[in-house]
């Protein structure tokens, strides 16, 4: 509903703007403006455009969330998936995007919020992933409200509209040479300044590229290569979009640098290194940084460290100057932390969840979740005042987060494995499945 509003609206502006003069132009864009914000208030931050939520930070809007249920209890919808991946949803108004294989291709598929499919789409030769964990369709959605682009292991980036109609299609491995990555391709696209931006970071050639996102035309191509030992080169973090100092900034993790480029051009701003100061081998990045407009909280050495860096100002090498703190006992190797306010929330792949002062790197508090054979791969989400933490096997961990503690804590079975993120969304609970989608709620 909210999207067929929002088309309404664009198709009676651009019907009647060629009548008006430009005064009036613009007087009637921001009445229709105004009554899609009367009649709709489900802005960004009521969807879900990328892997990490509205803000890019894995909290939802605020409201009250499921805290009770499993596969068959409190189930509002669950719908089989044609095939395995791990790779996040993406939500719009009543749309719904999964990227899956389809019959050994790369798919996606659109439902409604009801759980009804409305259009599938195949975009060519499935890669299939390699670990027992890994999937052709790992990398998530994004989508700008009226477009979606996804990426996949076998270099396919495609940009569709809602309706399921391919705008663009592309291969950067075809284009920009061979996927050198020891694992399966992790790295979710991003938006920025019109384009979608990729990184990819890996043994010999590495680089960041930017799409237009309605012509899918080179926008920019910059390099990212640093001098690193074996696998140390090699990344599946996703880049986070920023506002910093008054431009677009572009937040990348990798080959033991933690860099900031211009959004608009890829131009490098910063980098941030001694993230590996003994220059180990076997260093690859899994989880990504926690960033806001202040600092980036990055996890790093396979999962035994964390460090924050300091965003403002920053210019050159600022491997020196801006390290704020770092904790050489405590990180996480694949979920990526949180920046709640002034609190860190580091959840490990054991399931010991940290809460630390964002400032100063102090333990607040820490819990030690219920533990089984499985890990915690996914990566801690919130909504409202409750914390949703995904095992492997399919078991979410969900409590009440407060300063003292994480309070009230149940734990809900799926029946089957979990390693996508789940999605708190409108008051409901979205969960991607290795067979399932579930929507959860009352």
Known sequence: MIYLLSALCSALCSALSERLPAMGQARLHAGVLCVVCLISP???????????????????????????????KNVLWKVALPGRGSSTPVIWGDRIFVTSPIDGQDGVICYDFGGEEIWRNSLGLERPGKH???????????????????????????????????TWQT???????????????????VLASGNVVIAVMQG????????????????????????????????????????????AVLVTWGADHLTGHDAGTGAPLWHCGGFNPESEAMWRVVASPAVDDQIAVVPYGRGDFLAAVRLHGASGDVTSSHRIWERLDIGSDVPTPMIHGQRVLLLTDRGALYCLDKSTGETLWEEELPRGRDNYYASPV??????????????????????????????NDMGESTLATPIPIRGKLLVRGAEHLFLIGK
């Open 42 to 72: 489900s802005t960004a931050a009521e969807n879900w455009p990328d892997w990490r939520g509205p803000q890019g930070g894995g909290i939802a809007a605020p409201g009250v969330y499921p805290t009770n249920f499993s596969a068959d």
């Open 132 to 166: 027992a964990n890994g999937t052709g369709s790992n990398p998530s959605p994004v989508t700008d409200g009226t477009r979606v682009v996804v990426y996949y292991k076998s270099g396919t980036v495609a940009c569709l509209d809602f309706q399921g109609e391919i």
């Open 171 to 189: 291969n950067l491995q075809e284009r920009f040479g061979e996927d050198t990555l020891w694992w399966d391709l992790g790295t979710s696209p």
């Open 204 to 247: 010999g050639d590495s680089y960041m590229v930017a799409l237009d996102l309605a012509s899918g035309d080179i926008a920019w191509k910059q390099n990212r290569k640093f001098a690193c030992k074996q696998e140390s080169d090699q990344s599946y973090a996703t880049p986070r979009l920023i506002q910093l100092d008054g431009r």
């Open 382 to 411: 919130m909504g409202g005042h409750t914390l949703y933490c995904a095992r492997e096997d399919g078991v979410i961990m969900v409590g009440k987060f407060s300063d003292t503690g994480l309070q009230d804590v149940t734990e």
